[in-house]
């Protein structure tokens, strides 16, 4: 028995129950202008939202001259050159540091937070309450109060300058968040298709796998997707426990920025590229992410 | 459904494949030479010294660089815990004189003299005295300058052409105040003066600070009794507040150097008030539209006879480095008179790292590149004097900044308060009592260490 077979298809359900619009011509106009309305102030919000990416990118084609101008210029003859300027400055090994980092502390998350999730979501005990309020309270307290304590016990550790140390701390740091989300995610799942499950013989790891699992995919990857943001994005363990071996993509952007001189179409372009990869990850995922991000939030 | 998850599992696996390709190659490629790490602050000087690194690296076989370059607020704050903790990622570190000499004195840098001495050619006589003297502890230097710089006053001579005007050849704040308002010229979107509002001790505080010793107030008297609150501080404080507020540049609270940089390059002021480094930007045809444009004229003064600051970026090795000579190496091979050289004929005299060494105002080429400005320049460094600012007797050296380590989260907030007067949030008074409370604070420290 496959778990799509358990699971109604609900999604076509509320197009066929809903009515159809009366015959008279009035309301429609009124809707019609009202959905052109609606769409009209849609864009407008979207372009509000995504106009500084486009500026950020439309800046790194220019000339330091041309990005400092004031009124902004919106026409110029486009270039390469800071483009240039970054890759020439060894970019790829913080590509690979972060990629490492980020990569590795989401899978680590997700081994360690699917089973920390099922058992506070399926199997609750007394302390759950306790417990899940114990996870996001180390959320509570800000890193700055922790990062000289973190770089002393590095430092002793010989853990300075070590991808490794990254990817501990973006693990801790991801796992409390990934455990509400999944946690959320696991009791969408209606206990009906466990039970089955469980009768027909299957096992914890075998439900877990290829009953669960499957109905939660989406939610499991959106998930995946804000923890590889925020471990992607991650400046300031980076900045402080970095040096020349494991300095990640932020760490890299930031030397763009000087007290000296015109900086900001280099620093575009860095960012830029930064924010390729997980541009990309988004629009790969982007399916699964829209159905798993509403998943816990409509019921 | 169930296809949700193998397409997201190749593109982690390929991902990962890539980065573990990548990671490799971010090892240090050989294993027998020596790697040096050096922190450096991400300014332009700094970057023309990266691309020429192989040509050290050619000139000492087995030794490779590498460098960690960060804007100067997170490179400071990352150079202060590495030392401080004793971390020791780095080999050498770019610091400035604010931490030098404190530094040497916990003992957490290495004393260069042994090696300075050690080294032929490499002729420590011919920094500027007022640098050397900043950067040495018991007479001994810990740290080389890389370049230094003082303070002053650039201006449009076209633009007081145009107005008829001219520049006194000794400017004081008053005729500053005077120029600014007959230049001041908002619906040409040209302000009077940029002057910096921004809060942050190395901001706004480096320009208020020499302007504040030439008005002949103090932050502290002999005894550590804060003097924020004396008639000299408030006179000083009301005017430069003042200055900005009616003639300066739009939104002042929230530029900094790097945005009055900007604007006087771009022609949106009329005089610019700052550090001598700004001429690399302001005089350089890709960033600038008034290149050649640009009088200067010394720091301004009211009460003493010098206005301006004394800084430099300069290079250390922590105690704690474990290739102490091939760190020395570097060093003495970034401030040598020959990487000058170096710098003048591959991009060119104005690229030059200036104010270190007193040779470099010899240079023809350089001379001549820098005609407008290098007299100004050295003028204002040489005169500056860290052990006497102001006019009066102070606990305390340093002109742009107190060299004491609770200045950091002082200066901080003091100019904090500042920046709110000049955005009009709080009255220069109301400022000036908070900071008097802070002030005092560190000032009792010191009291009862005395004791």
Same mark, same amino acid.
């Given at each position: 028995?496959?778990?799509?077979?358990?699971?109604?298809?609900?999604?076509?359900?509320?197009?066929?129950?809903?009515?159809?619009?009366?015959?008279?011509?009035?309301?429609?106009?009124?809707?019609?202008?009202?959905?052109?309305?609606?769409?009209?102030?849609?864009?407008?919000?979207?372009?509000?939202?995504?106009?500084?990416?486009?500026?950020?990118?439309?800046?790194?084609?220019?000339?330091?001259?041309?990005?400092?101008?004031?009124?902004?210029?919106?026409?110029?003859?486009?270039?390469?050159?800071?483009?240039?300027?970054?890759?020439?400055?060894?970019?790829?090994?913080?590509?690979?540091?972060?990629?490492?980092?980020?990569?590795?502390?989401?899978?680590?998350?997700?081994?360690?937070?699917?089973?920390?999730?099922?058992?506070?979501?399926?199997?609750?005990?007394?302390?759950?309450?306790?417990?899940?309020?114990?996870?996001?309270?180390?959320?509570?307290?800000?890193?700055?109060?922790?990062?000289?304590?973190?770089?002393?016990?590095?430092?002793?550790?010989?853990?300075?300058?070590?991808?490794?140390?990254?990817?501990?701390?973006?693990?801790?740091?991801?796992?409390?968040?990934?455990?509400?989300?999944?946690?959320?995610?696991?009791?969408?799942?209606?206990?009906?298709?466990?039970?089955?499950?469980?009768?027909?013989?299957?096992?914890?790891?075998?439900?877990?796998?290829?009953?669960?699992?499957?109905?939660?995919?989406?939610?499991?990857?959106?998930?995946?997707?804000?923890?590889?943001?925020?471990?992607?994005?991650?400046?300031?363990?980076?900045?402080?426990?970095?040096?020349?071996?494991?300095?990640?993509?932020?760490?890299?952007?930031?030397?763009?920025?000087?007290?000296?001189?015109?900086?900001?179409?280099?620093?575009?372009?860095?960012?830029?590229?930064?924010?390729?990869?997980?541009?990309?990850?988004?629009?790969?995922?982007?399916?699964?992410?829209?159905?798993?991000?509403?998943?816990?939030?409509?019921? | 459904? !169930?296809?949700?998850?193998?397409?997201?599992?190749?593109?982690?696996?390929?991902?990962?494949?890539?980065?573990?390709?990548?990671?490799?190659?971010?090892?240090?490629?050989?294993?027998?030479?020596?790697?040096?790490?050096?922190?450096?602050?991400?300014?332009?000087?700094?970057?023309?010294?990266?691309?020429?690194?192989?040509? /050290?690296?050619?000139?000492?076989?087995?030794?490779?660089?590498?460098?960690?370059?960060?804007?100067?607020?997170?490179?400071?704050?990352?150079?202060?815990?590495?030392?401080?903790?004793?971390?020791?990622?780095?080999?050498?570190?770019?610091?400035?004189?604010?931490?030098?000499?404190?530094?040497? #004195?916990?003992?957490?840098?290495?004393?260069?003299?042994?090696?300075?001495?050690?080294?032929?050619?490499?002729?420590?006589?011919?920094?500027?005295?007022?640098?050397?003297?900043?950067?040495?502890?018991?007479?001994?230097?810990?740290?080389?300058?890389?370049?230094?710089?003082?303070?002053?006053?650039?201006?449009?001579?076209?633009?007081?052409?145009?107005?008829?005007?001219?520049?006194?050849?000794?400017?004081?704040?008053?005729?500053?105040?005077?120029?600014?308002?007959?230049?001041?010229?908002?619906?040409?979107?040209?302000?009077?003066?940029?002057?910096?509002?921004?809060?942050?001790?190395?901001?706004?505080?480096?320009?208020?600070?020499?302007?504040?010793?030439?008005?002949?107030? !103090?932050?502290?008297?002999?005894?550590?009794?804060?003097?924020?609150?004396?008639?000299?501080?408030?006179?000083?404080?009301?005017?430069?507040?003042?200055?900005?507020?009616?003639?300066?540049?739009?939104?002042?609270?929230?530029?900094?150097?790097?945005?009055?940089?900007?604007?006087?390059?771009?022609?949106?002021?009329?005089?610019?008030?700052?550090?001598?480094?700004?001429?690399?930007?302001?005089?350089?045809?890709?960033?600038?539209?008034?290149?050649?444009?640009?009088?200067?004229?010394?720091?301004?003064?009211?009460?003493?006879?010098?206005?301006?600051?004394?800084?430099?970026?300069?290079?250390?090795?922590?105690?704690?480095?474990?290739?102490?000579?091939?760190?020395?190496? /570097?060093?003495?091979?970034?401030?040598?008179?020959?990487?000058?050289?170096?710098? #003048?004929?591959?991009?060119?005299?104005? !690229?030059?790292?200036?104010?270190?060494?007193?040779?470099?105002?010899?240079?023809?080429?350089?001379?001549?590149?820098?005609?407008?400005?290098?007299?100004?320049?050295?003028?204002?460094?040489?005169?500056?004097?860290?052990?006497?600012?102001?006019?009066?007797?102070?606990?305390?050296?340093?002109?742009?900044?107190?060299?004491?380590?609770? /200045?950091?989260?002082?200066?901080?907030?003091?100019?904090?308060?500042?920046?709110?007067?000049?955005?009009?949030?709080?009255?220069?008074?109301?400022?000036?009592?908070?900071?008097?409370?802070?002030?005092?604070?560190?000032?009792?420290?010191?009291?009862?260490?005395?004791?």
């Amino acid at each position: 028995m496959t778990a799509e077979a358990l699971v109604k298809p609900d999604a076509a359900a509320p197009r066929a129950t809903r009515a159809p619009a009366p015959p008279t011509a009035r309301p429609r106009r009124r809707g019609a202008v009202g959905a052109a309305a609606l769409t009209t102030a849609t864009w407008a919000i979207a372009l509000v939202f995504v106009s500084p990416a486009l500026w950020l990118a439309l800046t790194a084609f220019k000339q330091e001259g041309d990005a400092a101008t004031d009124p902004p210029k919106l026409f110029f003859e486009p270039t390469l050159d800071q483009f240039r300027t970054v890759l020439a400055s060894d970019f790829l090994p913080y590509l690979g540091n972060s990629l490492t980092a980020t990569l590795l502390s989401t899978l680590l998350v997700l081994l360690l937070g699917v089973p920390a999730a099922y058992a506070l979501s399926i199997r609750p005990v007394r302390r759950t309450q306790d417990v899940l309020f114990f996870f996001i309270s180390t959320k509570m307290l800000p890193v700055v109060a922790v990062v000289v304590p973190l770089y002393v016990a590095a430092a002793r550790l010989s853990m300075l300058d070590n991808i490794w140390t990254l990817v501990v701390l973006y693990t801790a740091m991801n796992l409390p968040i990934a455990v509400w989300m999944l946690r959320s995610f696991f009791l969408e799942v209606p206990r009906s298709i466990i039970e089955a499950a469980s009768m027909e013989g299957a096992g914890l790891p075998r439900v877990l796998w290829s009953v669960m699992l499957p109905v939660m995919a989406p939610g499991v990857a959106a998930t995946a997707l804000i923890c590889m943001i925020f471990s992607w994005n991650e400046f300031f363990l980076a900045v402080n426990l970095t040096a020349s071996q494991a300095a990640t993509v932020p760490v890299f952007m930031v030397g763009f920025i000087t007290s000296e001189g015109l900086f900001w179409a280099q620093l575009a372009a860095a960012a830029t590229l930064a924010s390729l990869p997980i541009v990309v990850i988004g629009w790969t995922a982007q399916r699964q992410l829209v159905r798993g991000l509403s998943m816990g939030a409509v019921k | 459904m !169930r296809t949700t998850l193998p397409p997201l599992a190749a593109l982690c696996t390929g991902t990962l494949l890539l980065s573990g390709c990548a990671g490799a190659g971010a090892l240090p490629a050989g294993t027998d030479g020596t790697t040096l790490v050096i922190a450096i602050v991400a300014n332009p000087q700094m970057q023309d010294a990266v691309s020429l690194q192989s040509e /050290f690296e050619a000139e000492n076989p087995g030794v490779s660089v590498k460098f960690v370059s960060l804007p100067e607020n997170e490179a400071r704050a990352k150079i202060t815990t590495s030392i401080a903790t004793g971390g020791g990622e780095f080999d050498a570190v770019m610091i400035s004189n604010y931490e030098t000499r404190q530094w040497a #004195g916990y003992g957490w840098l290495e004393n260069l003299q042994p090696y300075i001495d050690a080294t032929d050619g490499y002729d420590d006589a011919d920094f500027i005295p007022s640098i050397r003297e900043d950067l040495s502890h018991e007479g001994d230097m810990y740290s080389v300058p890389f370049y230094g710089e003082s303070s002053f006053l650039a201006y449009r001579t076209d633009l007081f052409e145009e107005a008829g005007l001219e520049m006194p050849e000794n400017p004081t704040w008053d005729e500053v105040a005077e120029l600014a308002a007959e230049l001041d010229d908002p619906e040409a979107g040209v302000a009077g003066v940029c002057l910096r509002g921004l809060a942050g001790w190395g901001e706004v505080l480096a320009p208020f600070n020499s302007l504040l010793n030439t008005f002949g107030g !103090r932050w502290y008297d002999e005894d550590w009794n804060a003097q924020l609150d004396s008639p000299e501080f408030r006179e000083a404080a009301g005017f430069y507040v003042d200055l900005v507020r009616e003639h300066g540049q739009a939104g002042a609270a929230n530029s900094g150097f790097g945005d009055c940089l900007n604007r006087y390059s771009q022609g949106r002021a009329a005089m610019f008030y700052d550090s001598t480094s700004m001429v690399s930007t302001v005089e350089d045809p890709d960033s600038s539209t008034v290149v050649g444009l640009s009088g200067y004229a010394p720091a301004p003064v009211a009460e003493s006879g010098y206005g301006g600051w004394l800084y430099t970026w300069s290079l250390g090795i922590p105690a704690t480095s474990e290739h102490k000579d091939e760190a020395w190496a /570097f060093l003495s091979w970034m401030t040598d008179k020959d990487y000058i050289r170096t710098v #003048g004929e591959e991009y060119g005299w104005q !690229r030059v790292p200036p104010g270190n060494r007193l040779s470099t105002f010899e240079i023809p080429e350089y001379q001549e590149a820098a005609g407008a400005y290098a007299g100004p320049m050295l003028q204002g460094i040489e005169n500056a004097d860290p052990e006497n600012p102001g006019t009066r007797p102070v606990p305390y050296t340093g002109i742009g900044f107190l060299a004491i380590p609770e /200045f950091q989260d002082l200066g901080t907030r003091v100019s904090q308060q500042l920046s709110a007067a000049i955005a009009g949030r709080v009255t220069v008074d109301e400022a000036l009592e908070q900071s008097q409370r802070y002030a005092q604070t560190v000032g009792d420290a010191y009291k009862e260490e005395d004791r």
